[in-house]
Every structure is written in C-alpha cells, then in structure tokens.
C-alpha cells in the first residue's frame, strides 16, 4: 500500500512569513499532484509534477519533485491571509485513485 | 475544461433514511469514477471505485450493503448512503479520471440527525 506522509499537519503564520510543506514516501510516485482545499468544497489543483528533479512556480509558490519521485515539496514565499486553507499532496496517475497525504491546514495572520 | 458535477452540495436527513448522491461528468466520458470520504479536519479517503457496466470495488473497512454505488451510463455515477446514521455524517466528494489529472466534484456535505 501507497502511503504519502505530510508535514506539518498544522501551521500558522505571521503574514509575510515563509514556509515549506513536505510530502514524503517509500513508494515512487509517477505523479504527484498538490491540491487547495477550502471548507466546503473539492479539492482544487494547484500543480502536478512528473519528472524526477521537476521544480515548478505557480506565482508565490514552488513545488518540488524529489529525484527518485517519492518526495516533494511546496514552498509559498510572504505567505498571505489568501494562502489560508487545506494543502493536499497526493499520489497516483491515470485512471487510478489518488493516495492523499494528510493534509497541511496553514493560517496566515495579517 | 472537463468539469465534474456533484450534486446535492448539502443533504440533511433523519436517521434510518437513504440518501443518493450524484457525479456527472459534463464534457467527458468516465468508465471509472471514485468516492471519496473525508471527516473535519481529516484527508480524503478513498471508499470505492466505481465502474461502468460492472460491479464497484469497494476499499477494505467499507460496507458495500450500506454505500450503494451504481455507475449507470458513462457520465453518471451515483452512491447511495442507506439507512443513515449520524456517524455516516461526512463530506463526501467525487471525481473522474481524465488525462493525467483528476477532476473532483465540489463534495456533498451530509448531516443526518
């Protein structure tokens, strides 16, 4: 069984503050997908990384995929009140289910 | 873009009752679609995998008689929470399988009182 295991569960922060979101697995992945997540609603997609190495901006954020594909990162820059919500790694391609991680729940205070 | 319909967004029931959900796929066809659970606070968790034209593949720990899934044509699937009980209170969300990505539904939330 695939496991993604997200770091840290919860995180709150001064606005304007950085910070990292770590995903990480004993399985390679042949993707990994990153989702936002706000209350109420599906989960969003942010990004998806493929290749071993890849290093991906969406804006103020940069996901990160590990070069042996079991790992990645998001890293937001000045994190703002708008960042506040549930971050999503999760695992899988294709026509078969996601494996999420637990999920990061980030508060940014102004 | 390929966009994946979930309806009703909010449900709330009386125990003992049942309660159908469903997922449309509006521009594409889904041979397999997923049912996901997710508590507050908590990550979404895989229940089924639903298949067009066979039975669903239910994830261990999940009753099958109580979380009906029929995947009736190639854009619809439907699960059906029966006989409802407030521990089955819960988000429940949907999504079909495109071309390397995932479209979720935007999530059901069920109360059952």
């Known amino acids: 069984t695939q496991l993604l295991e997200q770091s840290p569960q919860f995180l709150s922060i001064q606005e304007g503050e950085n910070l990292t979101v770590y995903c990480n697995s004993s399985?390679?992945?042949?993707?990994l997908q990153w989702y936002r997540q706000e209350p109420g609603e599906g989960p969003v997609l942010l990004v998806t990384?493929?290749?071993?190495?890849e290093v991906k901006k969406l804006k103020r954020l940069t996901f990160q995929f590990g070069d042996a594909r079991k790992d990645s990162s998001l890293h937001i820059t000045a994190a703002q009140p708008g960042d506040t919500g549930l971050y999503l790694c999760?695992?899988?391609?294709?026509?078969?289910?996601?494996?999420f991680g637990k999920g990061t729940r980030l508060s940014v205070i102004a | 873009g390929a966009v994946v319909s979930q309806h009703p967004s909010w449900v709330i029931c009386k125990s003992g009752t049942s309660v159908k959900i469903e997922c449309r796929s509006l521009?594409?066809?889904?041979?397999?679609m997923f049912w996901y659970r997710q508590f507050p606070k908590q990550s979404l968790m895989l229940m089924a995998t639903?298949?067009?034209?066979?039975?669903?593949?239910?994830e261990q720990g999940v009753e099958k008689d109580k979380f009906l899934i029929n995947h009736a044509s190639l854009t619809l699937s439907t699960l059906t929470v029966t006989s409802a009980h407030p521990e089955d209170s819960s988000f429940y969300i949907c999504?079909?399988?495109?071309?390397?990505?995932?479209?979720f539904g935007a999530g059901t939330r069920l109360s059952v009182l």
């Open positions: 521009d594409f066809q889904a041979t397999t």
């Open positions: 999504s079909a399988p495109g071309w390397n990505i995932q479209y």
């Open positions: 639903s298949n067009e034209g066979s039975k669903a593949t239910y």
């Open positions: 399985s390679v992945f042949s993707s």
């Open positions: 999760a695992g899988g391609a294709g026509n078969t289910p996601l494996v």
């Open positions: 990384v493929v290749t071993g190495g």
